[in-house]
């Protein structure tokens, strides 16, 4: 040892008040907006804290809400999905065209089109990482291919008169007086799922360590390829997911679905205080993302104000949430 | 001194077989010669420095080293046995752990997480197998026992890398790759980032791995922590080994002098591990 050397632990004392400000407001600064959201509201309108606004509030979240999850373990790789909403579109039109039109056994049609978003995620990840093209690019192209696949495949025609195979998931039942549809239930379930494959197992570590850092994962000897390709093709499956929820919701193929989704669901993401830059984020913060979106909504129109403040507020938090998210940043670095 | 000379002084010499040798590294990018018949020799214990000018090599014989090229010609064995390495994946696999200049960690990832990427140990029984949990306590345990083995002052395993200073985040870059080394520890530049205080802890790091019992490859441009740390210095030189030296019985301008060509390396060099036939 020489006479400059330290011993480690006098250097570690100072570093341990460091512990980065930032991350705990990234972390816990959503929830906190959600519940002063919820409060504010509770407090302007009677109506606001009932087990029906809630639970229409979960319900009207299901939709982006799956697609949030699909979209936050793509950004948490360090990646970006423009095109879920309009996978979700072809998946919507595939499985009630599939029901309704060529008359397929609805579970037959359901399995058809997941597997079906699923290859058009496999295919954004293919894309990603055999020709190394950057995630924007990729999905913003296969944005135009679904949402003409959608137009070609659907015929420009709605598809009504759906089986009840296809609308179950809008239909509710009943919790103390509330009514809750099973759709909210599968979205909750599967952010759970979602959070214990992030948070509990080494597929999702991997996902993080990617993000975080996409050499050094390699040189630690994660297949990082694999892991970007199941990353996109779970995403697809999602996605899938989403779609059914969608035609459990509007009754109805539709051709003009999920045109805006995507910004939707980075705008959850992103408010839920997952970084774009990857690697850093929860998909339990995507949830009360896309929660504090659909508060807003309701909370202003029971409120009776007009309902582009909801879109002016929302555009406020993107913002606010990734200044937050540049100054953890910034302190850390 | 003469080659004899420094054969029989050499302890790591004396009739031992080294861990990781290299015969006749040949690596060229078009005209360009990287290496030219580089030979290397590691010997157990031991810290062997490896330093050169700008493009003597050195860096191309290092990934060789640690699978990160292939060469075109030459031969590579460790403990004895030849080995040809495709990955850097396979060279960790035969149990040779390289710490990156760039350090592989991810900031946004605990302690514990950084020492175990890609290597998670799962939870016993169900969890573990059907439903693939982690095991987060037991990861955190043993990742305390690597640092505190190598005396690194964390007391939390699951503080962030970003919270910690250069330093600290070699440190866990080096435990990481001490607990799973089995033979070679190679570090490249660990001390280029940082001030000097924080270097003198990674000399000190880089004594206590091989006071495990580690041999550990050091790659560095900077001499004074060269002749502290190092038990033999390797000299690269026009892409080939041109001496090797002990840091004791030459001065640090010696070793410059031999680097740049100055001074005649191969009178310095030991001709028993040049040529062992």
Known sequence: MTATATTPGEVAADTRRRISVGSVISTLGPLMALLLACAYFSVKSDRFLTGNTLSLIVQQTAVVGVLAIGQTIVILTGGIDLSNGVIMAFGNIMVTRLAVVSGFNPYAAIAIALTVTTLFGLTNGVLVTALRLPPFIVTLGMYSIAFALTRIYGHQQSVPNLPSELTWLGKTFDVGGTAVSYGSILMLALFVIAWFVLRQTAAGRHVYALGGNPEGARLSGIRTRRVLLCVYASAGFLYGIAALLLVARTQVGDVNAGLTDNLESITAVVIGGTSLFGGRGTVIGTLIGALIVSVIRAGLTLTGVEPTYQVLITGILVIAAVGVDQFARRRSA | ?277
């Open chain 2, 1 to 277: 001194m003469t080659a004899t000379e420094e054969s029989r002084q050499s302890p790591e010499a004396d009739g031992r077989t080294p861990i990781l040798r290299a015969r006749g590294l040949v690596k060229s990018y078009g005209s360009l010669m990287a290496l030219d018949g580089t030979d290397f020799d590691l010997y157990p214990g031991e810290i062997l420095a490896v330093i050169g000018d700008n493009g003597a090599g050195k860096s191309s014989l290092i990934k060789v080293l640690s699978g990160a090229i292939t060469p075109d010609e030459g031969t590579v064995e460790l403990d004895g046995k030849p080995v040809r390495f495709s990955s850097p994946v396979d060279a960790r696999r035969a149990g040779i752990e390289t710490v990156y200049q760039d350090l592989a960690v991810a900031p946004a990832m605990d302690i514990a997480e950084n020492l175990f990427m890609g290597r998670e140990v799962r939870r016993p029984g169900v969890l573990g197998s059907v439903f693939r949990m982690i095991d987060k306590k037991r990861m955190a345990a043993e990742s305390r026992a690597h640092m505190s083995d190598l005396k690194i002052g964390i007391r939390s395993m699951k503080q962030l890398v970003e919270t910690l200073s250069g330093g600290q985040r070699q440190g866990v870059a080096v435990a990481r790759s001490a607990a799973f080394a089995h033979h070679v520890v190679i570090m490249d530049e660990p001390t280029a980032a940082l001030g000097v205080k924080e270097t003198g802890m990674v000399l000190d790091l880089i004594r206590s791995v091989r006071d495990r019992g580690l041999p550990v490859i050091l790659i560095s441009h900077n001499m004074p922590n060269v002749f502290e740390v190092a038990d033999r210095v390797h000299i690269q030189r026009l892409g080939r080994r041109i001496a090797v030296i002990k840091p004791h019985e030459f001065t640090m301008s010696d070793a410059v002098a031999i680097m740049t060509g100055a001074m005649a390396g191969e009178k310095v060099t030991d001709e028993k591990i040049v040529d062992p036939t």
